[in-house]
C-alpha cells in the first residue's frame, strides 16, 4: 500500500483538513503518479457540501490530477518512471457495453463508471482525488501530458478543458459555423479558445462590462452584454451552436431563440434548479442537450489538440494553507479563471 497526505473533508459541514490515507500498490496495468497540481473545480466544492446529495465520506477531492510517474505495473506499455501523467474525472469503468467499447465511458451504459473521487471502485473502496500527494490508476484511464504545456495550466484541461472541447467538437464548431458561449469563467473561457481555435466565429455573452476586453483577448470575435435592452432580438435566430456554461440559476429561453433552425444549445453547467423551457422556444427544430466530459481516447485528443495550438487554462495558483480562501473565491466566481493547487504546499 501506498501511503498518501492530503486534505479531505469528514462531513458535508466541517471544513477540508489534513487526513492521511493508503492508496494500493501499483499492479500489473497501474501507474502511480506523485501529484504535482491538482485543478480546483467547482464540483469540487458541490460534493465536498454534499449539494448533489450523493456524497461519500471522507473525501479527498480533485478531478484535475497532474504529476510525475514515480512507479508502473509490469504491463504498462504507455509510461515510464519519470514521465508527466495525468488522470481526470474518472479511473474505470465497465470497459465491455456499447458506450465504453466506442470510448465513451464516461457513459458507461452499465453506470459502472468509476469517479476519480466520491466514487467507489470495483473492490468497493472508496476512491480519492489529486487533493493529495499520490494516486494509482489502471494506464487505460491515464493521459499523457504534451512537453510543450505548462504543467500547472494544464491541469484544468483534465475537466475545465474536455468538458467544453467535448461538445464543440461534436456539433461540428469550425469555418463557417456561429458558436456562442454562455458564462466566462472556468469552463466558458475553455470554450472560448477551443471555438476560436476551431475556426468558428465565436461571440461571448456576458452581463459584465467589465469582461469585454478580457473576452476579446481570450479568442472572442464579438462580444453581446446580455443587460442592454435589445440584445436578443438584435441576433434572434442567428446561431448553429451556443454551449452554456452557467452553473447559476438562469432563463436560457432568450438563448434558445438565438437559434438556427436545427440549431443547438448544449448545457455544460449544473445548475441547481431545473431549466424551466416555454414550448415556443424550441420550435424550428431546436435542440436543447446536454454533455459530461469526454472519453479517454477523446480526452487524449483534446491534450494532443491544445498542444498543437499552445491551449492551456488561465490560472492562479492556490495553496492548502488558503484553501477555505480559494473555494469561497470559487463560489463567488473571482477568479480568472481557475485555481490550480501545488502539491508542494501540502506540508
Known sequence: MIKTHGYAAQSSTTPLAPFDYEHRSPG????HISVDFCGICHSD????????????????????????????????????????????????SCRVCESCKAGEEQYCN??????TYNSRDKQGNLTFGGYGNNIVADESFVLKVPANLDPAATAPLLCA????????????????????????????????KFSHAFGAHTV??????????????????????????????K???????????VSADHDVNSYLNLLKRDGVLCTVGAPEDPIKI???????????????????AETQEMLDFCSKHNIVSDIEMASFDNLEEVWDRVVKGDVKYRFVLDLKTLN
Request: charged share 20%.
Open 110 to 115: 452499465n453506470q459502472a463508471t468509476v469517479f
Open 278 to 296: 416555454a414550448a415556443f422556444s424550441i420550435l424550428g427544430r431546436k435542440t436543447l442537450t446536454g454533455s459530461m466530459i469526454g472519453g479517454i
Open 45 to 92: 466544492i458541490h460534493q465536498a457540501r454534499n449539494e448533489w446529495g450523493n456524497s461519500l465520506y471522507p473525501m479527498v477531492p480533485g478531478h484535475e490530477v497532474l504529476g510525475t510517474v514515480k512507479a508502473v505495473g509490469s504491463e504498462v506499455t504507455k509510461f515510464k518512471v519519470g514521465d508527466l501523467a495525468a488522470i481526470g474525472c474518472m479511473v474505470d
Open 235 to 245: 441576433h434572434a435566430g442567428s446561431f448553429d451552436l451556443i454551449i452554456d456554461c
Open 28 to 31: 500489473p496495468k497501474d501507474v
Open 204 to 233: 461571448q455573452f456576458t452581463t459584465s462590462a467589465s469582461k469585454v476586453e478580457d473576452a476579446k483577448k481570450l479568442g472572442a470575435d464579438e462580444v453581446i452584454l446580455t443587460k442592454e435592452e435589445g440584445w436578443a432580438a
Open 161 to 192: 478543458g474536455i468538458t467544453t472541447y467535448s461538445p464543440l467538437k461534436h456539433w461540428n464548431a469550425g469555418p463557417g459555423k456561429k458558436v456562442g458561449v454562455v458564462g466566462l469563467g472556468g469552463l466558458g473561457h475553455m470554450a472560448l
